[in-house]
């Protein structure tokens, strides 16, 4: 093989040669350009490596020039003196994963490992992915995803929201997805970060709180200082009782205004008879819904005025409850107005999820039933004793569920009006 002094104008002339040939550059020993009778000239690193000869491929010229050449076999000499193999390390780079943010690695988890689980623990997993934790997550690289993330998350549901058995469901959905993005996608994450929390001993925790008419009072005054989104879901939750991410999420799309019903009647002598009834209806989508199925919840007089008065805060939008800070998009957290009401309000143990458990109860006491309640709150927990008859059960309650709210409603208009 020739050696000589190679210079840029000298390889540039280099003729098309009849078969392939290399050349040694006597300044920088080890660079070889490789000269194919195609015509292209790459530059080569050739080296000795636990005495097995190597060739190391830099680049083709002219997009690698001879200086930066040069330049890449005198750092591959010193990798090689420091006892790595440049084309090991180069082999390794070539199969590592690209790096990957967190609604990334959601995405691919959705499409690989989803369809392998059962429908309903499917439809659970993507309720906690996207209402959960792509809400806290998304954006950040999953490398830099650490303990103190996973823990905030788990702190918040478990303590603040008092849902400790959530808590441990979102945990499960994390490590498997940290579990896949290390077997599966060979995603380097030194330290799992779930691996250094625990799990909530959820029956210690449970919560039975109520709120009183005085804590319902303050409530509902500390409600009316949010921003006006913030407060209108606030009443929302506790005017019909439904989830608060399914609430936060409302669309115009899904208000129908007096849509049509029937409904049973008996006359004098017991004969029974439809009789068709209208109601202003909120229906939560399937997609939504926490049980995957669509839901519709009358609205009475009250959450019908909140509604009408945030059309104008809408501003022709696609959500009912508009977000201040992002344009087109809902209101995704109450966790800054939640910590402010627990501040300076009378109730600080307050939580969210203490307003569905005071619906229930107060409609309880109004003499509603367990299966009617159930209804309300889309939650078939409220008719376990009948458990079996629920399942099979799908007659609608519309007109008992609106009778249920329109009850609740007046008794809470009674207990504001005490207000001094």
């Not at 549901?157 to 945990?171: C, L, Q, V, W, Y």
């Not at 077997?183 to 919560?207: D, F």
């Not at 619906?359 to 376990?384: C, D, F, R, W």
Request: net charge positive; glycine share 4%; with cysteine.
């Amino acid at each position: 093989m020739p050696k000589e002094k190679l210079d840029h104008q000298k390889i540039s002339s280099l003729g098309i040669p009849e078969k392939a040939t290399s050349y040694y550059d006597t300044i920088e020993t080890g660079l070889m350009l490789r000269h194919s009778a195609a015509g292209s000239k790459t530059f080569c690193y050739r080296y000795r490596f636990n005495g097995k000869k190597r060739r190391y491929t830099i680049g083709q010229f002219p997009g690698i020039s001879l200086r930066k050449a040069r330049e890449k076999v005198r750092e591959l000499k010193v990798e090689v003196n420091n006892g790595f193999d440049p084309q090991v390390e180069k082999r390794k780079k070539r199969y590592q994963p690209e790096s990957k943010d967190f609604q990334e690695l959601v995405d691919i988890y959705k499409k690989r490992y989803l369809p392998t689980l059962r429908e309903s623990t499917q439809a659970e997993y993507n309720r906690i992915l996207d209402n959960e934790l792509l809400p806290e997550l998304k954006g950040l690289p999953v490398t830099e995803i650490s303990e103190h993330h996973i823990r905030s998350i788990l702190e918040t549901k478990a303590i603040k929201d008092g849902s400790p058995t959530m808590a441990n469901r979102i945990r499960a959905v994390l490590s498997s997805l940290f579990k896949f993005a290390i077997k599966k996608l060979g995603i380097k994450i030194s330290n799992n970060p779930v691996k250094a929390t625990s799990p909530y001993k959820s029956g210690e925790n449970k919560r039975n709180r109520v709120y009183d008419e005085e804590e319902i009072r303050n409530l509902w005054s500390f409600f009316e200082k949010q921003n006006p989104a913030i407060e209108a879901i606030f009443k929302m939750l506790l005017l019909t009782g439904q989830r608060k991410t399914e609430t936060m999420r409302m669309k115009w799309s899904d208000i129908e205004m007096e849509k049509p019903y029937k409904r049973t009647r008996f006359d004098d002598e017991g004969n029974e008879y439809s009789e068709a009834f209208l109601a202003n209806v909120w229906t939560i989508p399937a997609e939504n819904a926490k049980n995957k199925r669509s839901h519709e919840i009358p609205l009475s007089k009250m959450p019908m005025d909140i509604i009408k008065e945030m059309q104008s805060i809408s501003e022709g939008g696609e959500y009912v409850f508009k977000s201040p800070r992002k344009d087109k998009k809902p209101v995704v957290s109450l966790r800054s107005a939640v910590q402010r009401i627990q501040k300076y309000s009378k109730v600080s143990d307050f939580r969210l999820h203490d307003l569905r458990r005071t619906v229930a109860t107060y409609m309880a006491e109004s003499g509603t039933s367990p299966m009617v309640i159930g209804k309300v709150l889309n939650h078939k927990g409220l008719a376990k004793e009948n458990s079996i008859t629920a399942r099979y059960n799908r007659h609608d309650y519309m007109d008992q569920k609106r009778q249920a709210l329109n009850r609740w409603n007046s008794r809470l208009k009674i207990i504001l009006n005490k207000r001094k």
